[in-house]
């Protein structure tokens, strides 16, 4: 599979005139969103990097032999060892794929060979090498993958509205290859299984037919370079900015969503998107519920008993609020139309103002006089009412 997409990615690079740089890239070399810790395949052999074919089939006949299931049916870690062993063979017994493991690496190689659609079809900008590294690994086509950041903002912000300039990491176009996944000026190999001829004879009884080579897929070379900087993927991780207009009344949890500003797409039609989730730090003022707002106002014994007013904040700056005689913990007044403005309406929420009552813990002798004369009154008052519903 690897060997027959980069064959065409040789394919591709002859009909290029400019050999694979500039602008070229690679379409389906695409970052895969499962990342792997893979094993090395040497080390699962138990074999060096520069180890001849030989070596290696003879490890892997041993280990095969070691970690067969059928003779370690007692053994619940035979067959996943058994797979790995096979998985790694797989891969460094065949010439073409192992020179390709050996440029990326066990990570960057599964993270390529984990993905799906053997689809990535060209490009209308007329890539050259269009299709190729979607059939290296067989990745399924997503576009770019969407970014997700969150933002900060005070109570007010949110209230109001504002314009912030959000930084976040996402997949950029690798600067070293152009997001192209090859270095400039790479050079086809011919294929060594078509001998160049782009077909091969295979017998089917008493016929020989005449078949398109899978390792070149006709096209009777191969190019098995990768970029160094991004291993063949056309992208890392680089900075991006936006500037974001968040509308006013926007809550805490809400998410926006920007079209387009999530990770570049190796096959440059169809960007991520990025999704901004609000944050609004608690007010020591205004509570928020809906687009209702909630405040509180202490008042003193004296003017809960005889009324009067106080200076309330509102949204807007702060206002008269009358207090009613003999006004008890816990009453609250409404101001209509002073809370938060509802999206993709005119209506506003209201504020509740919530009062409480500041007890003195301290009094001077005169107020201790009169706080007392009062308690007289009350007893008095009391006994009447006493008295007459006896």
Do not use: W
């Amino acid at each position: 599979m690897a060997r027959a997409a980069a064959s065409r990615l040789a394919a591709a690079a002859m009909s290029s005139p400019t050999g694979g740089s500039g602008g070229a890239r690679a379409g389906g070399a695409r970052a895969a969103t499962r990342r792997m810790n893979a094993r090395d395949y040497y080390d699962v052999l138990g074999v060096s990097k520069d180890a001849s074919a030989q070596d290696i089939k003879k490890a892997y006949y041993a280990l095969a032999k070691k970690f067969h299931p059928d003779t370690n049916k007692d053994d619940a870690d035979a067959e996943k060892k058994f797979q790995e062993v096979n998985r790694a063979y797989e891969v460094l017994k065949d010439d073409d794929k192992r020179e390709i493991y050996d440029q990326l690496g066990p990570e960057a190689f599964e993270r390529h060979a984990s993905g799906g659609d053997p689809a990535g079809q060209g490009f209308p900008q007329g890539n050259p090498f269009g299709d190729i590294f979607g059939d290296i690994f067989d990745n399924a086509y997503r576009g770019g993958q969407d970014v997700k950041v969150s933002v900060e903002l005070s109570f007010m912000e949110a209230v109001q509205g504002c314009r912030k300039t959000i930084t976040y990491e996402a997949d950029t176009f690798c600067g070293t290859c152009n997001g192209s996944g090859v270095p400039p000026g790479t050079v086809p190999k011919t294929c060594k299984t078509c001998k160049g001829s782009g077909v091969i004879f295979m017998q089917k009884g008493i016929f020989t037919v005449e078949c398109t080579c899978s390792i070149c897929n006709g096209s009777g070379k191969i190019v098995k370079n990768f970029c160094k900087t991004c291993k063949g993927e056309q992208v890392v991780k680089g900075k991006m900015s936006v500037k974001l207009d968040i509308m006013a009344g926007i809550d805490d949890n809400d998410t926006m969503k920007v079209f387009g500003k999530g990770g570049a797409d190796v096959e440059r039609n169809k960007p991520g998107d990025l999704y901004v989730t609000i944050k609004v730090r608690e007010d020591p003022i205004f509570r928020r519920e809906g687009n209702h707002v909630h405040v509180d106002s202490v008042l003193s014994i004296s003017q809960a008993v005889l009324g009067g007013t106080v200076s309330v904040p509102t949204l807007t700056g702060n206002v008269t609020v009358k207090v009613r005689q003999g006004t008890q913990p816990g009453e609250k007044v409404v101001l209509r139309g002073k809370g938060i403005k509802a999206r993709k309406s005119s209506m506003f929420g209201n504020q509740y103002v919530h009062f409480n009552i500041r007890i003195p813990t301290e009094v001077t002798q005169r107020q201790r006089e009169l706080i007392e004369e009062f308690d007289k009154e009350e007893c008095t008052d009391r006994e009447r009412v006493a008295a007459a519903s006896g």
